[in-house]
């Protein structure tokens, strides 16, 4: 029988071979970031624990870091200048790479990461973060943990895990012009519900998949938590070769050249065999935005809150809880609704290209009265590249703020946060009750949907703004 790209990794990692409870996997490389990272560290460091293996851990400060322009180490959060000294403390004293207030690199984990090369094919990397499945989209085997699994790790650069079921999901067609690989993911969950992927790893494949660029691919794995997977995963192709090249922790040389023909080798066999096979066409993807408290509460742009017999996955109490949170009434149309504020960043939606697009929507237009608009770029490199484009000026021009790089408010841990009962279109990945702040109602959808609704102080329809 063939074998997954899951299992060719998973098994060439176990130590001492598989086990039908747990396997021990060696790890290959942990991701850090200020609100977890510093607290493994210092439970290490307090029990004279070293790290085994510290050229292989990466740490950053991203998630309660202010993004205002001129920041420090001070922060909004009462608590968070203390995660961030607590984390550079602790990475000093551990011999491990960090990328402080101050670097260059410095960018929100899951992005940073894949701009320097630190995920590769074929790798196990792990994160106390629930979206490094983002990570998979370069063919590495990536999760989220905990705390206590990070110190573990740190420690012993193994880690025993239980072995996720196989899931594929075939994605046939090819996403129409204005529509997203953001519009694609959400449209899954809409198909198969937030807890459609629980207990698996999942593949996605087919020809939908072939044509997305890294950082869409990137996108679309970020969302695998949002799905309850363990994770997700997409087999290296020659555009995954193509990103990699030349970026800083990529092997050179003759190592390359090994590298690049044992990735491309890394597929599922034509064989292997799923646990659970599920397909879905993108050709008939529109731009999607979510209208409750889950991101499987999602219709199509010029669709409407659905009546209660077209709830679909979503349960009937939770679909009412949502409608009194967000306050909203059957069949009232998304594109209706008028809106607050309108974020764009996130480690889901905030990388080059997608601010690319949202300039494209944005340009020699302004923003509505009365919509607080703000972009963050996923890192320090995005941000001097946007900057280098000009592309900081369109949004500035356009009345959006421009940030530095962090998670900002994908989730207000940061203590900056949008007000009770503000309607936000958000780029990000969780629309919970007060994600965004406390009573805050957040609508997800692409970055391209955000620009556009910011124009037009409303939900809107980004094809139609389309240059």
């Given at each position: 029988m063939g074998r997954t790209i899951f299992d060719k990794i998973w098994d060439g990692h176990a130590i001492g071979g598989p086990s039908d409870d747990a396997d021990l996997l060696l790890?290959?490389?942990?991701?850090?970031?200020?609100?977890?990272?510093g607290v493994a560290l210092k439970s290490l460091s307090a029990r004279d624990i070293p790290v085994s293996a510290p050229d292989h851990v990466f740490a950053v400060m991203d998630h309660i870091v202010d993004t205002f322009p001129g920041r420090t180490s001070k922060t909004l959060m009462p608590t968070g200048t203390e995660f961030i000294e607590t984390t550079r403390a602790g990475a000093q004293a551990a011999g491990i790479r960090l990328f402080d207030l101050d670097s260059p690199d410095q960018g929100i984990v899951h992005v940073m990461s894949p701009e320097l090369g630190i995920v590769l094919p074929g790798t196990t990397l792990i994160c106390p973060d629930s979206h490094t499945c983002s990570q998979g989209a370069l063919g590495a085997l990536a999760w989220g943990i905990g705390s206590t699994e990070a110190e573990h790790a740190l420690a012993t650069s193994t880690l025993k895990v239980q072995r996720p079921r196989r899931m594929r999901i075939t994605i046939s067609g090819r996403l129409g012009p204005g529509v997203t690989a953001k519009d694609l993911a959400l449209a899954l969950l809409g198909r198969f519900g937030v807890g459609g992927g629980a207990g698996h790893i999942v593949e996605y494949a087919g020809s939908a998949v072939e044509a997305l660029d890294i950082e869409q691919r990137l996108t679309l794995c970020n969302m695998a938590t949002e799905f309850a997977a363990f994770s997700a995963i997409i087999a290296p192709d020659t555009a995954t070769i193509d990103y990699l090249k030349g970026r800083r922790f990529v092997p050179a040389g003759g190592d390359w050249n090994r590298a690049v023909e044992d990735w491309l080798a890394l597929s599922s066999d034509p064989d292997a065999e799923f646990d659970t096979e599920l397909s879905f066409d993108a050709s008939g993807v529109a731009p999607m935005v979510t209208w409750g408290t889950t991101p499987q509460q999602v219709v199509a742009i010029d669709g409407a809150v659905p009546a209660a017999d077209d709830a679909g996955q979503t349960g009937a109490e939770?679909?009412?809880?949502a409608l009194r949170y967000m306050g909203l009434e059957p069949g009232t149309p998304l594109e209706s609704l008028a809106i607050d504020a309108a974020f764009i960043g996130s480690c889901t939606n905030s990388r080059i290209g997608d601010l690319r697009r949202a300039a494209e929507i944005l340009d020699g237009r302004k923003v509505a009265p009365g919509v607080k608009a703000i972009c963050v770029p996923g890192s320090s490199t995005v941000k001097r590249r946007a900057e280098e484009e000009g592309l900081h000026r369109i949004f500035q021009r356009a009345g959006f703020e421009w940030r530095e790089s962090g998670c900002s408010m994908c989730f207000f841990a940061g203590g900056e946060s949008f007000g009770p009962q503000d309607r936000v279109v958000s780029s990000t990945n969780r629309n919970f009750e007060s994600r965004q702040g406390p009573g805050t109602r957040t609508h997800l959808a692409s970055p391209e949907t955000v620009a556009a609704s910011a124009l037009?102080?409303?939900?809107?329809?980004?094809?139609k703004l389309a240059a």
């Open positions: 790890i290959d490389r942990i991701l850090l970031h200020e609100r977890t990272g939770s679909r009412e809880r037009a102080g409303h939900i809107a329809d980004p094809r």
